[in-house]
């Protein structure tokens, strides 16, 4: 058994403030690294302790691994909680934590190495026969990859083998367009993941995104907690997350949840992971990849378990059994969870930047909000676009939309351009609400999810607004004593 | 007192005068109407508009307004006549604006190349994702506004193209 004292966190916004409610309430102290830009978010407040770190850039001092070290020496924190992206999946800071004797709240490097690298992990899952669908990773001359990635045939998916959040994925529809695609992703594999090693895989039109939440322990106990359906995407990245996943029956349900336990089993696997996999039209479905890591989405699986998987990470990590078997994991109706980016989905979900000059976010006990910024905090393009998360829990799906259309009306980001109104029109629209959608559904439905027009009362109403609000623009007309008001616009 | 307001990308004209000890408005090409605009709590407001009325939320921060209402949040652009003159100026050549702040990965071209419809002429790098910037016609490259490794911010200058010569 090995003790957590103290636990240290190098990462930023909700992800930092989840991990560390669940510190507070184990009562283990928190140390939260951050860069000065990051100096006012709610994270600082929350943690025990702070240690600033710098960089050339905000992103890479919440990298660099040897000042995370100096952080927990100088702290006295004997545990770190990676949260996810940064470190999360990094081989070499576990390897390196280990070296120093520190806790690493995630799977052995080696497990990281095999399953974080998507074209090893997709090399173990074809030595051990699970399902996956046909791909071809680099190897020999570029010539040579295209070659044998134009075998395959189009529709092909092009990915970074150490990529994540869907950056560095391009679909290719036509053969003539590949090479252009593989050299654009090798080119943002290398300047985002340090490697440029890419893998091409049939794309499957019309798939479902489903994963299985896995826990282990260090004596081979293996449990899953369900499945989550991801499958509303843009630019290969979820928006909205869902358990259980609408499109399983329950024999679908326990082949999935099984093959997800079987591959944890077998890579050896420990601490809390999840096996994603996409599920054709056809009912079968391949392994995509594992994140050996806490996801994003995670809260969807604890509302519907009702466990907290900050905290069983932590009990792993410890050296302690699974404090359940799989017979005891009971879910309880239908969880949401939406993510509210700082991006404009009238504009290709381009990333909006800008000072957030009301944050309202929604409260009450119909909804968990997972939040990482305040009011008057600047949104910068220095990182993820994710300002918060709020998930929601009902009886069955339909109330649980209807309690994701009163979460998004009470929230209210101004200053900043959100997705919050495009989020809500895709929970009322009908295709959503009875469950007909996959990975292609947002460009699918791209025309049926535009904004409503405006009428022009309304255009003009707004346009009143403006113009009555502009204390510059309306004084002089209105507010000027009648003797200087000859003087019009001159007057100084 | 006049003012040109920006909403979803088009121009509007928007006058106000005084009539009768009441503030007018006369909204893009409609008729004078009578508007109010009550500020009440947590950012919500009413705008009264002639015999229009509406629930808003707004905030207020330098040149824009904005606005949830309808369904929708708006960016209003409360448009300087000064800024606006140098806009006015500043149109004639063929320039690719930035779509978001970010940074310069590659420059494709270099000052007095003549480009072809199509030809990437500048990748940028924002929020982890890289675009390549092409040509929108042929031409011939007569400004380079960022080096690799710049940065640069939302709707800043990146290419500039030669004026199109007339045929």
């Known amino acids: ?492 | 007192m006049q003012r040109r307001i920006d909403l979803l990308n088009e121009p509007y004209m928007v006058t106000a005068f005084d009539q009768h000890k009441e503030q007018y408005l006369q909204v893009a090409d409609g008729t004078p109407q009578p508007a109010v605009l009550t500020i009440g709590k947590d950012n919500h407001s009413i705008i009264q508009l002639g015999d229009y009325k509406a629930d808003i939320q707004m905030v207020v921060k330098g040149e824009k307004a904005y606005i949830r209402a309808f369904g929708r949040t708006f960016t209003l652009g409360i448009v300087n006549p000064v800024e606006q003159a140098a806009q006015d100026a500043g149109s004639g050549a063929d320039t690719a604006l930035a779509p978001m702040p970010g940074m310069v990965v590659k420059v494709h071209v270099a000052v007095g190349e003549k480009v072809l419809k199509g030809q990437p002429v500048i990748t940028i790098e924002s929020m982890k994702i890289l675009t390549v910037i092409t040509a929108p016609r042929n031409g011939e490259v007569s400004q380079v506004h960022f080096e690799q490794g710049k940065t640069f911010d939302r709707n800043a200058p990146l290419i500039t193209l030669k004026e199109k010569e007339k045929e």
Not at chain 1, 264 to 279: M, V
Not at chain 1, 445 to 455: G, N, Y
């Open chain 1, 1 to 492: 058994m090995k003790n957590i004292t103290k636990v240290l966190i190098p990462n930023r916004g909700e992800i930092a403030c989840r991990i560390l409610r669940t510190l507070n309430r184990m009562d283990i102290p928190g140390v939260i690294v951050y860069h000065p830009v990051d100096a006012d978010s709610p994270a600082i407040e929350m943690a025990l302790e702070k240690v600033e770190v710098n960089g050339t850039t905000p992103v890479s001092a919440y990298l660099d691994v040897e000042q995370i070290i100096r952080a927990c020496k100088q702290t006295g924190a004997d545990a770190v909680h990676p949260g996810v992206g940064f470190l999360a999946e990094n081989a070499g800071f576990a390897r390196r934590l280990e070296q120093e004797g520190i806790v690493f709240i995630g799977p052995l490097p080696e497990t990281i190495e095999m399953m974080g690298d998507k074209v090893a992990a997709r090399t173990f899952c074809l030595e051990n026969n699970f399902p996956l669908a046909p791909s071809v990773a680099e190897s020999g001359t570029n010539k040579d990859f295209i070659a044998s990635a134009k075998k395959i045939g189009v529709p092909l998916l092009i990915k970074a083998a150490a990529g994540g959040g869907g950056k560095g994925m391009h679909i290719v529809q036509e053969p003539g367009d590949l090479e252009q695609a593989v050299l654009l992703a090798k080119d943002e594999a290398q300047r985002f993941f340090g490697n440029d090693l890419v893998y091409a895989e049939r794309f499957l039109e019309k798939s479902r995104h489903i994963e299985v939440q896995v826990l282990a322990d260090h004596y081979g106990n293996v449990i899953h907690l369900g499945e989550r359906e991801c499958s509303i995407q843009r630019r290969f990245q979820k928006i909205i997350e869902e358990s259980p996943a609408p499109a399983l029956d329950p024999k679908l349900r326990r082949r999935i949840c099984a093959a997800a336990v079987e591959i944890t089993r077998k890579a050896g696997y420990r601490n809390a992971g999840t096996i994603e996999f996409i599920l054709a039209p056809d009912g079968e479905f391949y392994f995509l990849e594992m994140n050996t890591r806490l996801q994003v989405e995670h809260p969807v699986t604890e509302m519907v378990t009702g466990l907290d998987l900050v905290e069983l990470q932590i009990c792993i990590a410890r050296g302690e059994t699974l404090p359940l078997i799989q017979e005891q994991v009971q879910t309880k109706g239908h969880a949401i969870e939406l993510r509210l980016y700082a991006e404009d989905p009238e504009n290709d979900f381009l990333p909006s930047t800008g000072q957030l000059l009301v944050y309202q976010m929604p409260s009450g006990d119909a909804v968990r909000v997972e939040n990482g910024f305040a009011k008057g905090m600047t949104v910068s393009t220095a990182f993820d676009p994710m300002l918060a998360k709020l998930i929601v829990h009902g009886n069955d799906r339909t109330k649980a939309i209807e309690l994701g259309i009163k979460a998004l009306e009470d929230t209210l980001v101004l200053g900043v351009t959100t997705n919050a109104d495009y989020l809500s029109r895709i929970l009322c629209f009908p295709a959503f609400a009875e469950s007909r959608i996959h990975t292609g559904f947002i460009p699918m439905h791209a025309q049926a999810l535009k904004p409503p027009q405006l009428s022009i009362e309304e255009r003009n109403m707004l346009l009143a607004a403006a113009a009555l609000s502009s204390r510059e623009f309306i004084d002089p007309a209105f507010k000027v004593p009648e003797p200087y008001a000859f003087f019009g616009d001159w007057r100084n």
